[in-house]
């Protein structure tokens, strides 16, 4: 690996330290702290809801922009902008603000995400390829994955502890902090390579070009469509399940006020995927194919919840809970490698971003759905329900795998 090579990983590494540290800060008690402030079960998931919408709304453009004005560009407008929302998101609960508040900013921290995703990635995946790299992508993608547990680890846990040592409401505001600095770091460090930014004179010209390009690499690429077709599944599961772990372990647990129990949570989601991150590499050498890891993980994450909702022992729940992360961290280092394999430079973060806005998508409608079977029956009988949308990603993985992309097998690379 070239000088420049590991100065790009590095600075990557990076990025994705101080933005999962800075998110993190409330994942172990964002469910809690929306209850707190007055949200019926059903309200808190449709607040999370419109968060997922927001993305939605915002994916194809800010991809857009990133392909356009830049990688760095659209990472900086992230911070800022997410970092204002999540203060208007503190705002909020100090006025206990009617569910029509937090509808519409939700809505804005949706799109302080989508200024990130599909451009870090992007930006990582053009400097590594002017820079020589020559390894597999799930090499980097899995050191990804380690940092971004660790700093999941140590932020979930400590906002946790701080949340019940002080209020639901600071790690909110430990957030803006973080992502005020991680503004300063990118400026500093992050500089388009391997990509050149387009100033556009007629912008919505530039934007149409950009979009159609996207379609046609994307949606119009068989093996990408079906990949994204199942992510509507997979990813409104996956970021229902998260939230509503919270308040389904302490109810196991016994105490509705132990706040470091939910960041506990969070913290084995953590812990399991700095593991994933460090097994994906020999998980894709174990495998011919791609699509048989992504396939297999699909279909065993399905069980898993299935046997999470039926459970009634806090520990039984926390090690389930702990396979369901490493099953998800495994599996998306290859995935990505996937599919930034079948895609271009110059349409890359608005695909990648097009494929966020599919997952997001299934965000939106499953996890009002979810969260009112949570209300009607039990969170149990929620990660039942959610178990069956799970595997109805199945079908769109064992389509594209019967495409044999040439990105499904990879042989010859460097390690």
Known sequence: MTDEARHVQRVYLTLLLGNTLAASFIWGINTLFLLDAGLSNTEAFAANAFFTGGMVLFEVPTGVVADTWGRRV???????????????YWALWQISAPFWGWAVVSLLLGLGFTFF?????????????ASDYQGPLEAVFGRGQVVSGAAMLGGSVLGGVVAQVTNLGVPFLMRVGVLLAMFA??????????????????PLQETKAVLSASIEHGLGNRPVRFVMLAAPFTS???????YALQPFLLDLYGDPKAYSIAGLAAAIVAGAQIAGGFAAVRIRAAFRRRTSAVLLATIATAV????????ENFWLALALLAVSGLLFAAVTPIR???????????????????????GSTGGVVIQPVLGKAADVWSYGTSFVVASVFQ?????FVLLSRRERAHADVVVGEKT
């Open 185 to 202: 770091v990118a400026y500093r460090l992050m500089f388009d390579k391997g990509f050149t930014p387009r100033r556009a004179t007629h």
């Open 336 to 358: 990505s490698a996937y599919i930034n394999d079948m895609i271009p430079s110059q349409q890359r973060a608005t695909v990648l971003s097009f494929d966020s806005l599919m």
């Open 74 to 88: 659209s990472y900086l407008l992230g911070t800022v902008t997410l970092a204002a929302s999540t203060g208007l």
């Open 391 to 395: 595997l109805a990603a199945v079908p």
């Open 236 to 242: 409104g599961v996956s970021i229902y399940v998260f």
């Open 304 to 311: 898993v919840l299935a046997l999470l909702g039926v459970v």
């Open 117 to 129: 995703s599909g451009a870090v990635e992007a930006w990582l995946v053009d400097a590594l390829r």
